[in-house]
């Protein structure tokens, strides 16, 4: 690789790979010793293409919840089975390997600036901005740079846009779906909020299990099949359909919406 190969946003790769080696070590730990995070489907990552893939999943934390997908998205094409033991994965990390993320929060400083050029696609909130409610639309240099890094790679995407649970998905994802057709992968994460500050750069507390599941790919019509349905069928897979909340309690619940509220900034 030559050393100053850059990708599709100019970012240089050689620069991108060593950014992501340093925050695997340093955040290696936060999901082997301090807690533990289980995983099941990564056999799911080793099988499919090296681009045009969409993981779509529900959010508990800023940061946390994506540099564990990088975790264990790379410790899976490296041949582990549902484990991120052995750092020595990410010597040769994926590096067309991207997440969507609001474009005010990446750039607040220069940790979120380094998370950026780590493989952010930073776009423009439509409905909320420096804390506030707004109604705007969508920039479609936006919509290009996520098409730019499905024809490059992997795109992260958590549709909700926020991290309190059960918020409905923003339909601008299902556009994405039928306008790029990606191969849509469903992830399901617990045990980030309870673990992380709502950033995610903090552990808040110890020995919590976490999990991840990767799901098989999902099955879409890209040419019949509407926007709200597709919305629908991606509420079902990230298991953030609104019928979920049936199965669980009054108390569960009051204690989660009671979370949401300390953890808000």
């Known amino acids: 690789m030559s050393l100053f190969k850059r990708n599709p946003f100019g970012h240089i790769l050689f620069i991108k790979k060593w950014l992501i080696r340093i925050m695997a070590v340093i955040t290696h730990q936060r999901y082997k010793r301090f807690n533990k995070l289980e995983i099941e489907g990564s056999d799911i990552i080793r099988s499919l293409p090296s681009e045009n893939v969409l993981f779509v999943s529900n959010h508990q934390t800023y940061f946390a919840d994506v540099v564990a997908m990088f975790h264990v998205f790379n410790a899976s094409l490296s041949g582990r089975e549902n484990t991120i033991k052995n750092l020595g994965y990410i010597w040769k990390p994926k590096l067309n390997m991207y997440y969507i993320a609001a474009a005010e929060t990446m750039k607040k400083n220069l940790m979120t600036k380094v998370f950026a050029y780590a493989g952010s696609i930073s776009v423009e909130r439509t409905w909320r901005s420096e804390g506030k409610d707004v109604n705007r639309q969508v920039k479609m240099s936006d919509i290009s740079s996520i098409g730019k890094a499905l024809d490059d790679g992997w795109v992260i995407?958590?549709?909700?846009?926020?991290?309190?649970p059960w918020k409905p998905l923003r339909k601008g994802t299902s556009h994405i779906i039928k306008k790029y057709k990606p191969i849509?992968?469903?992830?399901?994460?617990?045990?980030?909020?309870?673990?992380?500050?709502?950033?995610?750069?903090?552990?808040?507390?110890?020995?919590?299990l976490?999990?991840?599941?990767?799901?098989?790919?999902?099955?879409?019509?890209?040419?019949?099949?509407?926007?709200?349905?597709?919305?629908?069928?991606?509420?079902?897979?990230?298991?953030?359909?609104?019928?979920?909340?049936?199965?669980?309690?009054?108390?569960?619940?009051?204690?989660?919406?009671?979370?949401?509220?300390?953890?808000e900034f």
């Open 210 to 263: 976490q999990s991840m599941v990767i799901k098989e790919p999902l099955e879409i019509d890209y040419e019949n099949e509407s926007f709200d349905s597709i919305i629908e069928k991606l509420e079902y897979a990230i298991e953030q359909h609104p019928s979920f909340l049936k199965v669980i309690s009054k108390k569960d619940l009051k204690a989660i919406e009671e979370e949401n509220k300390q953890r």
């Open 184 to 208: 849509v992968v469903p992830v399901v994460i617990d045990g980030f909020r309870r673990s992380f500050d709502k950033k995610g750069l903090r552990i808040k507390k110890k020995g919590i």
């Open 157 to 164: 995407t958590f549709p909700q846009g926020t991290t309190t």
